[in-house]
């Protein structure tokens, strides 16, 4: 059996993607949370809670900076990292009080 | 040199998994297929199998945890009857998409309501569209034959895609029977070590089943089609391999005193066996019938299935599952004997029994009153009708 695939559709062998170095653009899904986690450095020990815990490894350590940074694009809002956190540096706060705050999908699927 | 045993079904899959090193197994308990999992813990605790035995929450966990294994790169095994491998159906189609070829066994048991312990096939047979490899054992010997068959097909690059070897639940899982237990070196020559293109490994992190767009969901099931498609060819080469190192020789249609044969019962699983018998005496009266075994369900064999079956006058469809409301009325094994024979030039009869529904026996005078119907067929030159309830029939 021959299929004709264009190249822009092409999908890799049962979908397996390089992770978590690669990013879809064209699937950005952390634009319908209601609640974001916030970060107080001065508080954060580096305990890597919430890069362990994120389901979608929306928290990375930036060995340069020494600190966890945030990935906006894919986080939902799950507040699990705020949950976990050890020493209590995040929080929970509400999306919309945020002057870059997501509000609904720019397009549907 | 290969050991003679007297092995149950479930001790002879464990047997075969333990020859194919399996290296994670997960079980929760239900029956019958749990004398399997006792089988295979029973190897671990006593050192001869070096396995992470895993207990399961659930079937649907039980699946989970095997895929999460076998896409690090582990051989993985796991198991389930009847309503457990319904309450698992959720994770058939991400592993078969995901294209992570772990494994499944799988001893038949009737699917609720109310509650029946004994063997139909209708529970695997529900899960046939989900892109696993499928098929039925007839007796301990095969069970074990068929484990290792379908690691080796589903781990080959050109299918991978997890597989289903099914058992009827006693009938085989339960009934001891003469197996030959295949030699370590024999095993290692016929079944290549797992590996995996694509690994869970950290050192070189890749994503398993991300989201992707709906204009890729079509390419997605392409590929699954295509590894199916590619599969037969594969089974093909490991039927040869098989029987040159083992020396039992299988094929996609085993037949049965065929040779002359005007009618036909076409099955699959344990009842084959007291069907061969029936055979046996239907022949010293007379009757010129004989039997077609099905092995694989998925990949259905179409070609085998239309140069073997169109040679007959009859065909008699022997289902031990359902699918109420289908085109036939009956089981879903006639809808795709039918749908291969329709480009045939000459197409024998065709009609389905419903028999050994539940768990019950088939006895041999149900097989006589089968053969009678399709005797009376092949005199009239037409079946009357396309499903018989065996042993209902108000006529």
């Known amino acids: ?109 | 040199m290969a050991k003679e045993m007297v092995l149950s079904g479930c001790a002879a899959s464990a047997q075969a998994a333990k020859l194919a090193k399996v290296e994670v197994a997960c079980s929760y308990p239900i029956r019958p297929y749990t004398a399997f999992m006792m089988e295979l813990a029973k190897m671990v605790a006593n050192g001869e199998l070096d396995c992470e035995f895993i207990h399961g929450e659930g079937e649907h966990a039980q699946l989970s945890v095997v895929f999460g294994a076998a896409a690090a790169g582990a051989r993985a095994i796991t198991g389930s009857s009847g309503v457990g491998v319904t309450y698992a159906m959720e994770t058939y189609s991400p592993i078969a998409g995901g294209r992570v070829p772990l494994q499944m066994m799988i001893a038949d048991r009737a699917l609720d309501p109310p509650g029946d312990f004994g063997s139909e096939h209708t529970d695997a047979m529900s899960t046939r569209d989900q892109g696993w490899l499928l098929g039925w054992a007839e007796t301990p010997q095969e069970a074990l034959d068929n484990c290792l068959i379908n690691y080796r097909v589903g781990e080959d690059h050109r299918v991978l895609l997890p597989q289903m070897v099914c058992q009827d639940g006693y009938f085989v899982s339960h009934i001891p029977g003469p197996v030959l237990v295949p030699d370590q070196a024999q095993v290692d020559e016929f079944l290549p070590p797992y590996k995996l293109p694509h690994p869970l490994d950290p050192k070189r992190p890749v994503s398993h089943g991300p989201q992707i767009r709906p204009d890729q969901g079509t390419i997605m099931d392409m590929q699954r089609a295509e590894a199916m498609l590619a599969a037969p060819q594969v089974i093909k080469e490991a039927f040869e391999d098989f029987g040159r190192i083992f020396g039992r020789k299988y094929s996609f249609l085993d037949q049965y005193k065929t040779e002359d044969a005007e009618i036909v019962f076409f099955i699959q699983g344990a009842h084959a066996f007291t069907a061969r018998h029936a055979i046996n005496h239907l022949r010293a009266k007379g009757v010129k019938i004989g039997l077609v075994k099905l092995r694989f369900v998925r990949p259905w064999p179409t070609q085998d299935v239309a140069e073997v079956l169109s040679k007959f006058k009859a065909v008699g469809v022997i289902e031990t599952s359902t699918s109420y409301g289908g085109a036939m009325r009956g089981g879903n094994l006639l809808h795709e004997v039918r749908a291969s024979l329709y480009d045939c030039p000459q197409r024998p009869i065709t009609t389905s029994f419903m028999a050994g529904l539940g768990g019950e026996v088939i006895p041999l005078h149900e097989f006589y009153s089968m053969a009678e119907t399709l005797s009376g067929y092949l005199k009239a030159g037409k079946a009357k009708k396309t499903v018989h309830w065996v042993g209902f029939e108000a006529e």
Request: negative net charge; glycine residues 4%; proline residues 7%.
């Open chain 1, 1 to 109: 059996m021959a299929f004709n695939i264009p190249k822009e559709k092409a999908v890799p062998l049962g979908c397996i993607t390089p992770a978590p170095v690669t990013e879809q653009p064209m699937m950005i899904t952390g634009n319908w949370r209601e609640y974001r986690p916030v970060i107080d450095h001065e508080k954060c020990n580096l305990c890597m809670n919430c890069v362990v815990y994120c389901p979608d490894a929306c928290w990375q350590l930036n060995q340069a900076e020494d600190e966890v940074v945030w990935n906006w694009k894919y986080c939902k809002g799950c507040m699990i990292c705020v949950n976990e956190c050890s020493t209590s540096a995040l929080s929970k706060a509400y999306e919309l009080d945020f002057e870059d705050g997501v509000v609904r999908l720019e397009k549907p699927f």
